[in-house]
């Protein structure tokens, strides 16, 4: 049930970004069907992969608090639900100690200060070089000029 619940959430979550990623996929198929020349075609195709990174970095970053906080209530509620009577849950024994609430906290601020500098990593490896590759094909064609 926690699965599906998790799943489902995130599936909302996505669906609200597709008509964003619409836009986006219809200005590049637009500049690609445009006769511009060389200059402001690669001009207009930097500033849209620059508007992809950010809007890519954007739901990124919004993923990691609403996994972290989904993912701990549906694990309160789902051992709630199989173990009711139980006092050996999770959430108990994380109450009792100090030391495992600041490893919890611990974990989630290591975890999200990674994936953000993961994330900008990822970013520039994938896209980052391509953006250095067109602006030094500009400056050539500026210099050309």
Request: charged share 15%; glycine share 4%.
């Amino acid at each position: 049930t926690s699965l599906r619940i998790y799943f489902a959430i995130f599936a909302v979550v996505c669906l609200l970004f597709i008509p964003l990623l619409y836009l986006l996929f219809k200005k590049t198929k637009k500049l690609g069907s445009t006769a511009l020349p060389v200059k402001g075609n690669l001009q207009a195709l930097i500033l849209l992969i620059k508007e992809y990174l950010k809007r890519y970095f954007q739901l990124t970053m919004a993923f990691i608090p609403i996994s972290l906080l989904t993912a701990l209530v549906l694990g309160y509620t789902d051992e709630n639900l199989y173990n009711p009577e139980s006092n050996t849950s999770f959430f108990s024994l994380l109450i009792e100690s100090p030391l495992k609430i600041g490893l919890v906290i611990g974990y989630i601020l290591f975890f999200s200060v990674g994936m953000y500098y993961f994330t900008k990593w990822y970013l520039k490896k994938l896209y980052g070089n391509y953006l250095a590759q067109l602006e030094m094909l500009i400056i050539e064609l500026e210099e050309k000029q």
